[in-house]
């Protein structure tokens, strides 16, 4: 594995590696890493356009499917841009708040558009017109995880108020399937606001282990298709409690 890049801003670090070898796969891959060793996005170098992680193919899957027409997404957290370049010809407005991330993404990960806004996405967000996007897409992490004033209640209601009536809210987050007080607790919250809600994983090889988990909030039923999910199954997840700005985070 070779580092290619490292770049600090405040206390988190993100590097850029290149390696032979990704989750298994042979072959010849780049990668940006958090310091926590947590990969934000990675790329292979001999096919540029497939997408290397699941849980983009699956957020992909569930977008086309249940609105195969949308053109307007709103994006909280870059990483190296895997969702927003495979759609170079849709809306997208993405927030990311760290710069740093933003010029590797365009240095080292091909990515050439003009759609990302460097700021907090929760007031990004709130700048936006009322029910302007067909989907929102909560993917943002620091060191600690997803930031606590993106999974409120108070943060669900601003996006349902900028979602259309047909739109979705989709979170990537990484927990536990079971006695995960704080997945529960999303799970919980999400339910308050939007009338339907679904919850995906990927396996993992015990069953206490940390994997992403991908929760989708709609005001209509929300369909998929299995084989299409790139290894996330439905789960279900025990009642938490609602998350509130006002809480100690």
């Not at 079971?178 to 999400?190: M, Q």
């Not at 994983?201 to 929300?222: C, Q, T, V, Y």
């Given at each position: 594995m070779q580092l290619l890049r490292k770049a600090i801003n405040g206390a988190q670090e993100v590097s850029v590696y290149e390696t032979n070898q990704l989750y298994g796969e042979t072959g010849k891959f780049r990668f940006l890493q958090f310091s926590d060793y947590a990969i934000q996005g990675a790329i292979d170098l001999k096919e540029p356009k497939r997408i290397v992680l699941e849980y983009p193919r699956a957020i992909i899957h569930l977008m086309e499917r249940n609105?195969?027409?949308?053109?307007?997404?709103?994006?909280?957290?870059?990483?190296?841009?895997?969702?927003?370049?495979?759609?170079?010809?849709?809306?997208?407005?993405?927030?990311?708040?760290?710069?740093?991330?933003?010029?590797?993404?365009?240095?080292?990960?091909?990515?050439?558009?003009?759609?990302?806004?460097?700021?907090?996405?929760?007031?990004?967000?709130?700048?936006?017109?009322?029910?302007?996007?067909?989907?929102?897409?909560l993917d943002a992490f620091t060191e600690a995880g997803t930031p606590y004033h993106l999974m409120t209640l108070e943060f669900m209601e601003l996006a349902e108020a900028k979602l259309d009536a047909r739109g979705m809210l989709l979170l990537n987050v990484t927990g536990k399937?079971?006695?995960?007080?704080?997945?529960?607790?999303?799970?919980?919250?999400?339910?308050?606001?939007?009338?339907?809600?679904?919850?995906?994983?990927?396996?993992?090889?015990?069953?206490?282990?940390?994997?992403?988990?991908?929760?989708?909030?709609?005001?209509?039923?929300?369909?998929?298709?299995?084989?299409?999910?790139?290894g996330f199954f439905e789960i279900g997840l025990d009642e938490g409690y609602v998350m509130r700005d006002k809480q100690d985070a």
């Open positions: 609105d195969p027409a949308f053109n307007n997404v709103f994006m909280i957290g870059h990483g190296v841009g895997t969702i927003p370049g495979h759609y170079p010809n849709k809306r997208f407005v993405v927030a990311e708040i760290d710069e740093a991330v933003v010029e590797l993404s365009k240095t080292y990960f091909h990515y050439h558009m003009n759609n990302v806004r460097v700021g907090d996405g929760r007031f990004l967000l709130d700048e936006q017109e009322q029910s302007s996007f067909d989907y929102i897409i399937l079971k006695n995960d007080t704080l997945i529960d607790a999303v799970y919980a919250t999400l339910k308050e606001v939007f009338m339907h809600v679904k919850a995906f994983s990927l396996k993992a090889e015990h069953h206490a282990d940390a994997r992403n988990i991908i929760l989708a909030g709609s005001n209509r039923p929300i369909a998929y298709e299995s084989m299409a999910m790139a």
